[in-house]
């Protein structure tokens, strides 16, 4: 980029966005030491992004795919091929796509419940699942509906103190009675990293030895399309997930998915819909579409907000936060999670977020008590779509040691220009 137009744009970021020059400069100083990181990532989204093209091109993917249905949607053949390309991007046997699932925590639930049967044993071994999951599952509250109220048993396995899968420790938990054993790949709200592909496999294969008929679920969120494969491809027998998050591109408005093993999808499909009914309803209301372009741009979009992770983990440690994970790290999942021990400083951060988003850039955040969660809760979500954490937005329980979850960012300009923002929020105060 020629000097002129370098000056021009720190110009705008200082005039039109009341960026310091102080911050300008320092955030020039972060991108140059990340230009090598940066081609990694690119290097990754573009056998992600040939992944995704080979899909549709075997699926014969045609516009006549992109119409819609109503009713009970029968025979939507777009609906069909979205499946069999979701199915093969994921190395997967089959999968389900659907507006009709709500959320991740849908997404699990569906695929829990419907693989799962009273006095069959659930274990989680990444530890506390998901704030979400918790009264899902029956860990917390006494909510209707829940795996426990219909008596299924419970065990979590922890993590090692280094934050890694305890595979040693995992004949401890896993008995007779285990059906299902539950892999959280992202942090959620936790102080560690994410778990990797190559950690997956090693666990996968770990608990297969034990015990071979058990279901690997992974909780697949924020994982998407960060590394060269998926938990399906090597060995998971179910991988579940949110199109609001990174396999909908910023395109798609609603829904999930679940990918796996045909019978492990088909059970779920019946708890989603009705036994004997399954995967053959589910109209598409003329989402199909956005739902396959959404697709098609995903990886584009995860490298773009892997970008901006980085160049925010390597800015806020040059002004002293401490970050998971650190900008020299290997990145496996879209999280960045920073550490202000400062309940203040976490607002002044999130609400920065806020104020350099493209929507609602006029509102405030502040912390309130949000269901699922047992703690009030900061979100910063200047989002095109409610709720979608592929856009840049940043969330935080309001509790020490006071860390914020920065996410998404359909394009690198806006993470940088939230960071920016957040940072000048901060340092005016």
């Known amino acids: 980029m020629g000097l002129l137009m370098r000056d021009l744009i720190n110009k705008k970021y200082i005039m039109d966005f009341g960026i310091s020059p102080e911050i300008v400069e320092l955030c020039g100083k972060a991108e140059d030491t990340l230009r090598e990181q940066f081609r990694e990532v ?40 979205l499946d069999s390309v979701f199915a093969d991007v994921f190395g997967a046997e089959d999968a389900i796509v659907r507006s009709q699932i709500v959320s991740g925590t849908h997404a699990l639930m569906v695929a ?29 509250g006494e909510a209707t509906g829940s795996l426990k109220e219909f008596g299924i048993n419970y065990r979590q396995h922890e993590l ?10 995992l004949n401890n938990v896993i008995t007779a009675d285990t059906k299902m054993c539950l892999i ?15 950690q997956i496999r090693d666990a996968i294969i770990a ?56 019978e492990y999808v088909k059970m779920a499909a019946y708890r989603l819909t009705s036994p004997g009914i399954g995967k053959e309803v589910g109209a598409t209301l003329g989402q199909n579409r956005s739902f396959f372009q959404g697709l098609f741009f995903a990886p584009h979009v995860v490298g ?19 970050c998971s994970p650190s900008s020299e790290s290997k990145r496996k999942d879209i999280i960045q999670a920073i550490r202000f021990g400062d309940k203040e400083k976490l607002i002044d951060f999130c609400q920065g977020i806020q104020k350099g988003s493209p929507v609602d850039s006029f509102v405030t955040p502040y912390p309130w008590d ?29 509790k020490e040691p006071y860390i914020a ?25």
């Open 207 to 262: 608990v297969k030895k034990i015990k071979e008929d058990v279901i690997i679920l992974v909780d697949n969120c924020y994982g998407e399309f960060v590394e060269e494969y998926e938990p399906t491809e090597v060995g998971a027998d179910l991988i579940a997930g949110s199109l609001i998050k990174n396999p909908g591109g910023g395109l798609v408005l609603s829904g999930g998915y679940i990918a796996g093993k045909k």
């Open 405 to 429: 979850y920065m996410q998404g960012g359909l394009v690198y300009e806006n993470v940088k220009l939230g960071v920016m923002t957040a940072l000048t929020q901060i340092t005016k105060k």
């Open 42 to 81: 690119e290097r990754i989204r573009e056998f992600n992004q040939l992944k995704v093209i080979q899909a549709m091109q075997k699926n014969k993917l045609s516009d006549s795919h992109f119409a819609g249905s109503t009713g009970y949607g029968y025979g939507d053949r777009g609906r069909e091929v």
């Open 304 to 322: 773009e907000s892997l970008k901006g992770a980085m160049f925010c983990a390597k800015i806020m440690e040059m002004m002293g936060f401490e």
């Open 112 to 140: 829990m419940a419907g693989n799962l049967r009273p006095g069959g044993g659930l274990v989680s071994i990444t530890g506390k699942p998901y704030d979400t999951l918790e009264e899902a599952i029956g860990i917390r």
């Open 370 to 398: 949000m269901p699922g969660y047992d703690c009030e809760v900061i979100m910063a979500a200047g989002a095109f779509v409610q709720g979608a954490s592929i856009e840049l937005s940043a969330d935080a329980p309001i």
């Open 160 to 169: 090692t103190v280094d934050g890694n899968i305890d595979i040693e420790g």
């Open 184 to 198: 959280q790949r992202s942090r959620g709200y936790a102080w560690r990293e994410a778990i990797g592909i190559d």
